[in-house]
């Protein structure tokens, strides 16, 4: 039922299984268009609406979440403290329901997304550029132990309620707490049976929201880096096209050089699809990563008698909101320098030794390779990069200053990353004047 490709053993991050039980992934484009044509596989239909109607309700979930947790933000909304504190929960659920609608309605560009990376991009273990593989497979680490932070962050938001019910002090029915502050239309605390319901029905939508924020970023993460290995791989073949063919042989070495040039345009190709897919949810993310780091910091530097289970709970979230938006652009600054890496190693491939310039050379041959090489090089000048709806670049800039000693060096830092802690840093600095200033009146 699910879309999927085994061409050359595919295998894509174990945390795209929540994209699957969330109902985001493609469903294979022959479960309906079959079920028109073959009784057989009408079962196969019935599953893909089940699945459909499924993906729709974890939507309908998370949305009705985040409407009790808005519903709490208006009736607070005087208070400083409490509003700053559930925003955090509040806007990563918002964050999420984009995404998670965003892929929802772009099934068939996911669909067509997976089939241009089997084809073009996947570089598979078994084959002979395994050393690659292997780093390419070393780089998603990352992207596991912002999965380990994130599935700490939700299971401290379901399961610290539950404890404090248990092992707390006794508390009013009507008081009973939640995995987030809400504001239901009805009273969820009128029984036991509606409370653990209701309990039931926002944790899973806290699940859907963690999951599918880290789900999504791993697949990004993996696209992008077997993109970078590609790229490697590329680099390679341009540096054995001229000293591993015969010098004489002008025919091959243009044969090869075709080949090299098909395949930077399918990298390049597949690297402006993946833009085209991913830039939106990017734009909303790198927007409502700055509220977050803002609002969680203020809560970390300001709270008071607070329990310890949540000064770590707020740690681990503005842990994980640096190091996710941290990772995503690092993976977009690897892209930006694989693919402008390209024109040095094209100049630095040996192509003045080459047979193009023997006496006796085919001079239409001889011409064709230059033309071939000119214009990848000035294609290459051009960095692929992958932008936030085109407002912006993911990338690290990194600011060295080695020739003159009289300077220092910089730090490679992150344009975007720096860029929203500025921004961060200034909402914070507001928030906690505002703060201080009404502590101020009332002593």
């Not at 962050?153 to 939640?178: H, K, S, T």
């Not at 653990?196 to 939508?205: C, D, E, H, I, R």
């Not at 963690?210 to 993109?227: C, K, M, Q, R």
Request: net charge positive; glycine share 4%.
């Amino acid at each position: 039922m699910f879309y999927s490709h085994q061409y050359k053993g595919l295998r894509f991050p174990i945390q795209c299984v929540w994209l699957k039980l969330n109902g985001s992934w493609p469903l294979s484009p022959t479960s309906k268009e079959k079920s028109r044509r073959d009784e057989s596989v009408l079962g196969n239909s019935y599953l893909a609406t089940a699945y459909i109607i499924w993906a729709w309700y974890v939507i309908a979930s998370v949305g009705i979440t985040i409407s009790y947790q808005t519903g709490f933000l208006i009736k607070n909304l005087s208070d400083i403290i409490i509003t700053t504190e559930n925003c955090c929960s509040t806007f990563m659920g918002v964050l999420n329901f984009v995404r998670l609608i965003h892929l929802r309605l772009n099934q068939r560009k996911f669909r067509d997304l997976i089939k241009h990376f089997s084809y073009e991009i996947w570089i598979p273990d078994s084959s002979s550029e395994n050393s690659i593989a292997a780093e390419c497979r070393k780089r998603m680490v990352t992207f596991s132990i912002m999965t380990a932070l994130l599935s700490c962050l939700i299971i401290m938001y379901c399961v610290m309620p539950l404890v404090e019910l248990f092992f707390g002090p006794e508390l009013d029915p009507q008081d009973r707490p939640f995995p987030y502050k809400m504001v239901f239309p009805y009273n969820a605390n009128k029984s036991w049976i509606g409370y653990v319901l209701t309990y039931m029905f926002t944790s899973y939508a806290g699940i859907c929201v963690v999951t599918t924020l880290f789900a999504e970023d791993s697949l990004f993460g993996f696209f992008i880096t077997y993109t970078c290995g590609q790229f490697q791989l590329l680099h390679e073949r341009i540096d054995n096209l001229f000293t591993e063919s015969n010098e004489d042989d002008e025919q091959m070495q243009l044969k090869r050089l075709k080949g090299i040039v098909e395949k930077h345009n399918n990298i390049i190709r597949f690297a402006h699809r993946l833009e085209d897919f991913f830039n939106p949810i990017l734009l909303v993310n790198l927007m409502i990563s700055s509220v977050l780091i803002c609002m969680v910091g203020f809560q970390i530097i300001t709270g008071k008698n607070m329990f310890i289970g949540d000064y770590v709970k707020f740690i681990i979230y503005i842990s994980s909101a640096i190091s996710q938006l941290y990772v995503l652009c690092e993976n977009g600054d690897a892209l930006i320098k694989q693919s402008t890496l390209t024109a040095q190693i094209l100049y630095g491939c040996q192509w003045e030794i080459s047979g193009q310039f023997k006496p006796g050379s085919d001079k239409s041959n001889s011409k064709n390779i230059r033309n071939h090489l000119w214009f990848m090089i000035l294609c290459s000048q051009q960095p692929v990069r992958i932008t936030a709806f085109k407002f912006s670049t993911l990338s690290l800039q990194s600011f060295t200053a080695v020739c003159n000693p009289l300077k220092e060096s910089a730090n490679a830092v992150n344009q975007i990353f720096s860029q929203i802690l500025s921004t961060s840093m200034s909402y914070f600095t507001l928030l906690r004047s505002v703060y201080f200033d009404d502590e101020k009146k009332h002593n």
